[in-house]
């Protein structure tokens, strides 16, 4: 059994209980990130190589969650570090000795999104630009950042128009945190801004954006969002279980919610649907950890869409839960209620859109999916 699954069980409890706490301080309380430390969950996709679990994806995802059940933001903050080495892992042997040279525990927080411009220079590049929503970024030790190379005064393009791109690993040292993350749901993944001013990066510290190993990676790491989905509706539902059970009565109604037929055949039929989500995930999961052969830009796109579709299902449900609940459900006494947000801040995120699945859809008919 995965060991870490294992220790994260006996610690869920305990992230339960400190989820406002971990909200209203928009970011993890020191104790809880050692504990989950000691658990194994910052090394669970760290390279064996640099003394890391590097477990199968599927393991990693029950993982995320369980943690999801317990704190949609605890799930996300340390499903953002599993990608990051997911990441981090497409680099160099001498990227790697500097990112995990105080073990394989390191914090690595980073963005996909292009955001900066790196100029190359002898023996590497000057990177400068600000980058949004990077989880945990306040305790990351270690950076990844997508930028667009520079070459004097022009922008290098590929066959297909593209700018080129560089993925470049920085240390915290050389990053600075923009307090920005005031937002509706996720408040405690601490997913702030952050910026680089003009930092020099040794050539040995990047990987090629479009590399195929980097593009596999990233398309498997969306199924890391939706694991924290798929948890964070499993949560919502235990949530309105237990309200039905321990006698809640709708407003002017002499029943209790449990008795009636319209409560039991949404909930009947909200967990059905969260039970398809989950097969889906876990389907693709373990397909994409067999998949031999290269990867291929049809999987890729499985994978995205994939995680699209569980992430909305999940969103549904919570929906369901929310709606089910009442008009107890709006107070913020209430985890409904802050479940209900957390998940609609997660299907804000690109992994959730639609454009995945036109990308399929091209892909299945013979035509041109297009660039990304």
Request: proline residues 5%; hydrophobic residues 45%; charged residues 25%.
């Amino acid at each position: 059994m995965n060991p870490t699954r294992s220790r994260v069980a006996e610690l869920a409890s305990r992230v339960a209980k400190r989820a406002d706490e971990i909200e209203q301080r928009r970011g993890l309380p020191d104790d809880l990130l050692d504990d989950l430390r000691a658990a194994g969950c910052f090394r669970m996709l760290a390279p064996a190589s640099h003394g890391g679990d590097q477990l199968d994806l599927p393991d990693v995802l029950t993982v995320l969650e369980q943690l999801a059940r317990a704190d949609a933001a605890t799930a996300w903050t340390v499903g953002q570090v599993a990608l990051s080495h997911l990441i981090v892992r497409c680099g160099p042997a001498a990227a790697l000795d500097d990112v995990f040279a105080d073990g394989p525990d390191t914090l690595v927080a980073g963005a996909v999104a292009p955001k900066g411009r790196a100029r190359t220079t002898e023996g590497g590049w000057r990177l400068t630009g600000q980058w949004p929503f990077v989880t945990g970024c306040p305790r990351a030790r270690w950076f990844y950042l997508n930028c667009v190379l520079v070459a004097g005064r022009s922008v290098p393009v590929g066959p297909d128009g593209v700018p080129t791109t560089r993925i470049l690993f920085v240390p915290a040292s050389e990053v600075r945190v923009v307090d920005t993350w005031r937002v509706l749901g996720l408040r405690g993944t601490a997913s702030h801004d952050v910026a680089v001013d003009d930092a020099r990066v040794p050539e040995h510290r990047a990987v090629a954006a479009r590399d195929d190993d980097a593009v596999h990676r990233i398309a498997q790491s969306s199924l890391i969002i939706g694991a924290v989905a798929v948890g964070l509706a499993d949560g919502a539902l235990a949530d309105l279980v237990r309200l039905a059970v321990d006698g809640k009565r709708p407003a002017l109604s002499a029943r209790r919610l449990a008795t009636s037929t319209v409560f039991q055949d949404r909930l009947g039929e909200a967990q059905t649907v969260h039970r398809a989500a989950r097969a889906l995930l876990y389907a693709e999961a373990v397909e994409a950890q067999s998949a031999t052969g290269a990867s291929t830009p049809l999987r890729r796109a499985r994978l995205r869409a994939a995680a699209a579709q569980v992430t909305t299902l999940c969103a549904q449900v919570v929906d369901t839960a929310h709606t089910l609940a009442g008009g107890s459900a709006i107070y913020e006494t209430s985890p409904l209620q802050r479940r209900l947000r957390d998940m609609r801040t997660a299907t804000q995120h690109f992994v959730a859109g639609r454009d995945s699945y036109a990308t399929l859809g091209a892909l299945a008919v013979g035509e041109e999916a297009g660039p990304g």
